[in-house]
């Protein structure tokens, strides 16, 4: 009977742990800062000053990805291709916001860098108002935390680094020289 005991604490207590992780990873998906879903500043994630009301959107040279779209403090932003463009649809909400926060705006969006007519917003249904590129929400990774930095770049297959241009950054960045006219060639060989 005492083991009954246990075993039924046990799973108690395990049920209270996971219903509080789960409520601190839905809590919405709006913009934040500091790459929580919680907080209620409402400007864009991780651009601007608090209270904000006007977001950025510019651009930065990546290491390995060349060219992306940064906010305002030089986070990389993502597009997810569970979204789409045309018509513009969000799908990440609840936990997965938690690990990629909507880069929101309160007021307009300016640019630097980027074509402005290819800039909107869009309506989220936690009530946030998120930035779109070429029609394509964008998002932060909560684990990038310093500008520049790129780890979310291809997580899951599904999340890519985004172009001035809205497209979604699939390949590396060339490192390697272009060849000139001056190379020559031995043909035939190079078997792998």
């Given at each position: 009977?005492?083991?009954?005991?246990?075993?039924?604490?046990y799973?108690?207590?395990?049920?209270?742990?996971?219903?509080?992780?789960?409520?601190?990873?839905?809590?919405?998906?709006?913009?934040?800062?500091?790459?929580?879903?919680s907080?209620?500043?409402?400007?864009?994630?991780?651009?601007?000053?608090?209270?904000?009301?006007?977001?950025?959107?510019?651009?930065?040279?990546?290491?390995?990805?060349?060219?992306?779209?940064?906010?305002g403090k030089?986070y990389?932003?993502?597009?997810?291709?569970?979204?789409?463009?045309?018509?513009?649809?969000?799908?990440?909400?609840?936990?997965?916001?938690?690990?990629?926060?909507?880069?929101?705006?309160?007021g307009?969006?300016t640019?630097?860098?980027?074509?402005?007519?290819?800039?909107?917003?869009?309506?989220?249904?936690?009530?946030?108002?998120q930035?779109?590129?070429?029609?394509?929400?964008?998002?932060?990774y909560?684990?990038?935390?310093?500008?520049k930095?790129?780890?979310?770049?291809?997580?899951?297959?599904t999340?890519?680094?985004?172009?001035?241009?809205?497209?979604?950054?699939?390949?590396?960045?060339?490192t390697?020289?272009?060849?000139?006219?001056?190379?020559?060639?031995?043909?035939?060989g190079?078997?792998?």
């Amino acid at each position: 009977m005492l083991a009954i005991k246990h075993v039924t604490g046990y799973a108690a207590t395990g049920a209270a742990v996971l219903a509080l992780t789960l409520a601190g990873c839905g809590g919405g998906g709006g913009g934040s800062s500091g790459g929580t879903s919680s907080t209620p500043s409402g400007g864009s994630t991780q651009s601007g000053s608090t209270g904000s009301a006007t977001s950025t959107l510019t651009t930065a040279n990546v290491a390995k990805l060349g060219t992306v779209v940064t906010d305002g403090k030089g986070y990389v932003l993502y597009r997810f291709d569970a979204d789409s463009a045309n018509p513009t649809k969000v799908s990440c909400y609840n936990t997965c916001a938690t690990v990629w926060p909507a880069a929101t705006t309160q007021g307009g969006v300016t640019t630097k860098g980027i074509d402005k007519s290819l800039v909107s917003t869009v309506k989220r249904t936690d009530g946030g108002t998120q930035i779109t590129l070429a029609g394509w929400p964008l998002y932060r990774y909560a684990k990038d935390d310093e500008p520049k930095e790129a780890y979310g770049q291809g997580v899951d297959g599904t999340w890519f680094a985004v172009t001035p241009s809205g497209a979604k950054i699939t390949t590396p960045a060339s490192t390697a020289p272009t060849p000139t006219s001056t190379s020559t060639s031995t043909g035939g060989g190079g078997a792998y």
